[in-house]
T-cell receptor
C-alpha cells in the first residue's frame, strides 16, 4: 500500500523569505505522480504543482518548485519570496500511473503561516 | 463559469439521522469523488465514480452511500451507521478516472452531528 508522510505539522516563515516543506512517500510502483495541494482558510483545495516520476527534472511553477529525489522517495516543496497569501495548509499527494483509478493518497498536511 | 458546487456549506444533523450532501459539476467530467477531511488526517477517499450508474468504495466507505444517476451529480448520504460523521467533506471531479487527470475540488461541506 502507498503511504505519504509529512513530518512537519506546522511551519512559519517571514514574508519574502524562502521555506521548504518536506514530504516522503512509500510505494512499490515505478510510475506515479506526486502533487502539492494548497488549502487556504477558505478550505478550497488548489493544485500547486505536480511531478511525474519518470521525469528527472524538478517541476517549477513561478515561486513554487520541488526537489524530487526518487531513490530516497522524497518530494519537498520550496516556496520562494513567501507572500501573506501563501498562508495555508499544504498537502502532499500521490497517485499511481496506469492504475484502475485516479485515486489520490494524501499526507496529513503542513500548516504554513507567513508572518508580515 | 465551469466548476463544482457543494451544498450546503454547513450542515447540522441529530445523531441517528441520515443526511445527504450535494455535489454538482458542470465541467462535463466523467469521474467524481468524495473525500473526508479530519484534523491531522489529511483527506481520505470515501467513494468514487468513473461513469454514470457506476461507483466503487474507497478506503472509508462504511456508513456512507452514493448514487450516480446523472453525469453532473454525485450525492453522498451519511447514514446513521457512520460512527463519527462530524467532518469536512470534499467532492472532486476529473475528466475521467483513468490514470492521471487533475482532480478539481468543490468548496466543501462541514457536517456537524449534534
Amino acid at each position: 500500500a502507498q503511504t505519504v508522510t509529512q513530518s512537519q505539522p506546522e511551519m512559519s516563515v517571514q514574508e519574502a523569505e524562502t521555506v521548504t516543506l518536506s514530504c516522503t512517500y512509500d510505494t512499490s510502483e515505478n510510475n506515479y505522480y506526486l502533487f502539492w495541494y494548497k488549502q487556504p482558510p477558505s478550505r478550497q483545495m488548489i493544485l500547486v504543482i505536480r511531478q511525474e516520476a519518470y521525469k528527472q527534472q524538478n517541476a517549477t511553477e513561478n515561486r513554487f518548485s520541488v526537489n524530487f529525489q526518487k531513490a530516497a522517495k522524497s518530494f519537498s516543496l520550496k516556496i520562494s519570496d513567501s507572500q501573506l497569501g501563501d498562508t495555508a495548509m499544504y498537502f502532499c499527494a500521490f497517485t499511481a500511473y496506469g492504475g484502475a483509478t485516479n485515486k489520490l493518497i494524501f499526507g496529513t498536511g503542513t500548516l504554513l503561516a507567513v508572518q508580515p | 463559469d465551469g466548476g463544482i458546487t457543494q451544498s450546503p456549506k454547513y450542515l447540522f444533523r441529530k445523531e441517528g439521522q441520515n443526511v445527504t450532501l450535494s455535489c454538482e459539476q458542470n465541467l462535463n467530467h466523467d469521474a467524481m469523488y468524495w473525500y473526508r477531511q479530519d484534523p491531522g488526517q489529511g483527506l481520505r477517499l470515501i467513494y468514487y465514480s468513473q461513469i454514470v450508474n457506476d461507483f466503487q468504495k474507497g478506503d472509508i466507505a462504511e456508513g456512507y452511500s452514493v448514487s450516480r444517476e446523472k453525469k453532473e451529480s454525485f450525492p453522498l448520504t451519511v447514514t446513521s451507521a457512520q460512527k463519527n460523521p462530524t467532518a469536512f467533506y470534499l467532492c472532486a471531479s476529473s475528466i475521467n478516472g483513468l490514470t492521471y487527470n487533475e482532480q478539481f475540488f468543490g468548496p466543501g461541506t462541514r457536517l456537524t452531528v449534534l
